[in-house]
C-alpha cells in the first residue's frame, strides 16, 4: 500500500525550523539576537553607492543615527598594475 501522507515531519525539516532561531509568540515570529553594527561595511557599501557601483542611485545624503559616525577609512581601491 502506497503512503501519501507522513503525520511526522522529516528530521531536515526539523532541523531547518530549529536553525531558524526562537519564536517570540507575541510577535507571532521568528527573530534573531541583534547583532553589532559593521561601521567598516556600512562606509564600503556608502562608497560603493558614492562611485555609482551599485544597481540604483543614492536617494539622498545620508541620515540617522548612524551618519556622523565616521571611522578612518583608507578609499577602497582596485589594484593597479605597473
Given amino acids: 500500500m502506497l503512503k501519501l501522507w507522513n503525520p511526522r515531519p522529516l528530521t531536515a525539516e526539523v532541523e531547518k525550523m530549529a536553525a531558524m532561531g526562537p519564536y517570540d509568540s507575541s510577535l507571532q515570529m521568528f527573530v534573531q539576537t541583534p547583532r553589532e553594527i559593521d561601521m567598516t561595511r556600512l562606509a564600503f557599501m556608502r562608497w560603493l553607492a558614492e562611485a ?31
Fill in 52 to 82: 555609482g557601483r551599485l544597481e540604483h542611485r543614492i536617494a539622498g545624503p545620508s541620515s540617522g543615527p548612524l551618519a556622523g559616525q565616521e571611522q578612518p577609512r583608507s578609499s577602497p581601491t582596485a589594484p593597479v598594475a605597473v
